[in-house]
């Protein structure tokens, strides 16, 4: 208990019982306390043997339900609850592909999250440190943290160019990308400046 907070502590301290035999640890938990609690608030508690850092552990058992609901999504919309194959190599095949984009999916939301936290920040640069700057910065910081990954890339997905050709004119409609997008593209990476 010595790695947590004040309040940690206060609360472990509170609602679990913790013993020491040796080197060996028990903890059970203090229902007495837990029940007179709960009519007030809600309270989880995650053990692990692993993860000693508490916010790292809550973090990562978050990113579970991201997780369960690609599942549910994949199950749901991308036919993933039928699988339509005729042998195992084939099944193999298509939950490998669906693994893989499960691993892209989390990558991109991972680099998004690491983005945001730089977004509208100075850093020394005069480029970059320009209120013309910051100020589009914090525009694509406020659309990303108010856009869940899917909705960002159904944003991108409706980008478009279409060709109407005739006898007398030929013309080309490419749909607008907006200052934001540009930016948001260049800081992962896809376009250049």
Known sequence: ?????????????????????GSKVTVSFNEKAIAEQKEYHG??????NCEKDPFECLRK??????????????????DGS????????????RMFVQFVSLCYYEYLNET???MKSTLAKKNGDPDHDKKDNLTMET??????????????LQWFDTVEEVKVSTKLLSKRWTTEITQRDRMFLNKLGVIPT
């Open 43 to 48: 309270y989880f508690t995650l053990v692990s």
């Open 1 to 21: 208990m010595e790695e947590l907070s004040d309040n940690a502590q206060y609360k472990a301290s509170r609602f679990l019982y913790i013993r020491h035999y």
């Open 112 to 114: 998004i999250r690491q």
């Open 139 to 152: 525009k694509l910081k406020t659309w990303l943290q108010n856009t869940p990954v899917y909705l960002t």
């Open 82 to 93: 039928r699988t339509r194959v005729w042998s195992a190599d084939t099944l193999r095949g």
């Open 61 to 78: 058992y978050r990113r579970r339900e991201t997780i369960e609901s690609f599942f549910e999504f994949g199950k749901q919309h991308t």
